[in-house]
């Protein structure tokens, strides 16, 4: 046949499509080119929601944070204690700092669980003394009562800080500062008594005896009486408050000092 003959021209035509198509099947991919997207894609959502979980987790430990109150001075030892805080509530309390040595690790193996125990219950320093372990208790108090203010301020200036990038919001007022004022010391027959208050405003959001008699029978009578007058001034606001039974000289030099110490604050 000869080679320009249509019928052979057909054969070899024929015969290049068969071979293309036999190609094209053998050059298809074994997968289904959706199918590989849809999984390429799977993986990055997967990596998101384990991100957004990784975030969260960190959001929540971010929330909690530990306050070092003030070490105080007590006749036996320093106290100093320590809070763990999670949304302004008191979730640890450790003292961290005790007096020790002969009958005062006894005492404050004694009292210091308990002072925890009752800081966490009540979230303040208003809590009672341990008996027979006085004067750590009162130290126990007064460095509760710094790690408290010590959380109120920081408490405060984050939450000044997330409140400023409100857009159109109007200006907020600045939060009255903390102030400490002390008032004149007053002699008493049985020793001077002085008292330092912290305000806000005119507001008493602490009081504190930092001079009261003491030695002999004076020691007992400052113990029962000055947590007494200091709660009150707290809740007075004033000097009006009333003396304490059996501690009438201290009570009455505690009055004169708290006024002395309102008229410096112009309260």
Partial sequence: MKKNHPIRRFMLASAATVSGIVLLLALKPASDPAAASAQAGAAPQQTGAAQGAAQGGAAEQAGAGSVLGD???????????????SGGKITKA?????????????????AVPKLNQEAVAAGSAQ????????????????????????????????GTSGSS????????????????????ATNTQYGPVQVRLTLEGKKITKAEAVQA???GTSTQKTELAVPKLNQEAVAAGNAQIDSVSGATYTSEGYKKSLQSAL?????
Avoid: C, F
């Avoid at 809590?127 to 920081?154: C, F, H, N, P, R």
């Fill in 263 to 267: 008229d410096k604050a112009g309260v």
């Fill in 127 to 158: 809590i009672d003394s341990v008996s027979g372990a006085t004067y750590t208790s009162e130290g126990y108090k007064k460095s509760l009562q710094s790690a408290l203010d010590k959380a109120k301020t920081a408490g405060g200036a984050s």
């Fill in 213 to 215: 008699p003491s030695g």
């Fill in 71 to 85: 070490v105080v001075r007590t006749e036996y030892g320093p106290v100093q204690v320590r809070l763990t805080m």
């Fill in 94 to 110: 450790d003292a961290v700092q005790a007096p020790s040595g002969g009958t005062s690790t006894q005492k404050t193996e004694l």
């Fill in 165 to 184: 990038g409100s857009a159109g919001a109007s200006p907020a007022a600045p939060a009255a500062q903390a102030r400490v004022v002390t008032g004149a």
